[in-house]
């Protein structure tokens, strides 16, 4: 658009336009600063004239900027066209403003005036008003507090101006990359160049380092669930059916029960004797440190280094042999340094009854704290064991309780519990197939094991013998005072012509020659109680103490007499 008026399209410099425009020369009249066109009358405007495009000069003249200020007459004029009132008027340079289609020749100049006086000339030199930077700009002009934003010119080759004295710039190189309005920035600095877009990557090595990736992957997923598969059959969880949590508690009359109550104070003997060993059990008796076992356990020890006792809890301590018995087959060792101890409380064993259900605690073959039940399956049940000597000294006699509660090798010297957890019997003998009897040790039978056939001591005759070992080391034995004939094939107990040694069969003023027995008397019946040969009626003696009565029922000559007598004593081995 060309009005006549300036093109404000973009920020006014720092520096004032006035200031920098020279001066035209002085009127002559040096009436007024600047001189002023002429006012044109506002009649009916004439026809246009058509411009005849000036001739082309060789230098083109000098930009010139004419001030014209404004007259009080002429501000109709100045409204109409426009024009903001007590406002300079710039006329910019035609190579500034917009071209247009055709030039319009300039109206003649006034007749110059006179030649101004020196304080003219002094007063043109510079304008009456210096502009104000805080003006109200005029149409869009944007104002000081306001920066516009600096155009962006692109990066192409600028157009060269048309006319002389413009030469044209050298063209920069185009950078490459996308277009330039791709990344147009409306505050970035006009001109300049935009940097150069970064290379790109090869995505052939990219899709390689992907499908290694890839690969590895699903190697270690695929390993993860073949693994999981075989270990457990399958990608399906598995649960089966499953009773919640309970009272542990047991009643104290049941095995567990019993099991739980005895455990503390029953131990597994380890015992290393000259080029053997053997395991058996035994359990406390007091808070002293006195254990009961089996003679056969601890027979083969020389010294107390050669036994240990581990109790239930595990913890291990060395014992001293305190006294033994053979003809018993009892025996009592006794440990030091040891707290908490727990003894065993005694049953009566002539309290039991066949069927009584019954509870035995060993180590069988060396495995400790073993329970097994079971019941009385016979009382008075007279057995021997041992023998292996061959003169009999080391022959045991017991009158035993009879119990299917599996007996193994390494229960020798176990308690034998009844239902309130209290010791009724010692175990020590098996009857193994194919064998007459034995010990915990298998007794010479040809297959050791439980078969259902185990014995036990009674407690009432271990209890006597071990308060004889604690208190002298040994114990003693009730006698009648004769010698028996062992190879008496007929039914019952037969005294013997002469005795060991060629001495008499009948002990001068011992029990047996006080009640009046003879040597070939045949004994059948010990308390009414009924003996097939000599090792039963040894059996029913040592069932009771010395100083006890007993009635003896014999066969003399086919007349039975009954004989009534008091039991000696002996020393025991």
Known sequence: MNNGKPNWWSRPSSTPEAARIPSPPPSGDGEGDFPLPAPQPRATPEPPVAAVPAAPTEQPPAPSVVLTKGDPQDRGQDMDRGQDQGQDRVQVPEQAQVPAPEPVPAP??????PAPAPQAQASQAQPLHAPDEYRTPPYGEPGPWAPAPPVQRLPGPVPPQQGPGHPVPPVP??????????????????????PPAPAKRSRKGLAVAGALVFALLTGVIGGGIGAYVERNGGLTTVELPQAAAEDTGRAPDSVAGIAASALP?????????????GTGTGFVLNTKGHILTNNHVVDGARSSADISVTFSSGETARAKLVGKDTGYDLAVVQVTGVSGLKPLPLGNSDNVRVGDPVVAIGA???????VTSGIISAKERPITAGGEKGDGSDISY??????????????SGGPLLDSKARV??????????????????????????SIGLGFAIPINQGKRVAEELIRTGKATHP?????????????????????????????????????????GD????????????????IVKIRAHRPGDRLELTLDRDGKELTKTLTLGSSQGT
């Not at 107990?493 to 029990?511: F, H, L, M, Y």
Request: a negative charge; charged letters at 15%; zero cysteines.
């Open 479 to 519: 006698v009648i005072g004769v010698s028996l004939d062992m190879q008496y094939d007929g039914d019952g107990a037969r005294v013997g012509e002469k005795g060991k040694d060629g001495t008499a069969s009948v002990t001068p003023g011992g029990p047996a020659a006080k009640a009046g027995l003879r040597p």
């Open 265 to 277: 104070g029953v131990v597994t003997l380890h015992v290393k004797g000259s080029g053997s060993s």
């Open 108 to 113: 003649p100049a006034p007749p110059a005036d």
């Open 398 to 411: 017991v009158d035993a309780l009879q119990t299917d509660a599996p007996i193994n090798p390494g229960n």
């Open 173 to 194: 190189p185009q950078p490459q990359g996308p277009a330039p309005w791709g990344q147009y920035d409306p505050w970035g600095v006009g001109g300049a160049a935009l």
């Open 424 to 449: 009724i019997g010692i175990n020590s003998a098996i009857r193994a197939a194919g064998g007459s009897g034995g010990d915990g040790e298998g007794g010479g039978a040809s297959q050791p094991g």
């Open 364 to 370: 069988p073959f060396d495995l400790s704290n073993t």
């Open 522 to 537: 045949v004994i059948t019946k010990v308390d009414g109680q009924r003996v097939h040969n000599g090792e039963e009626l």
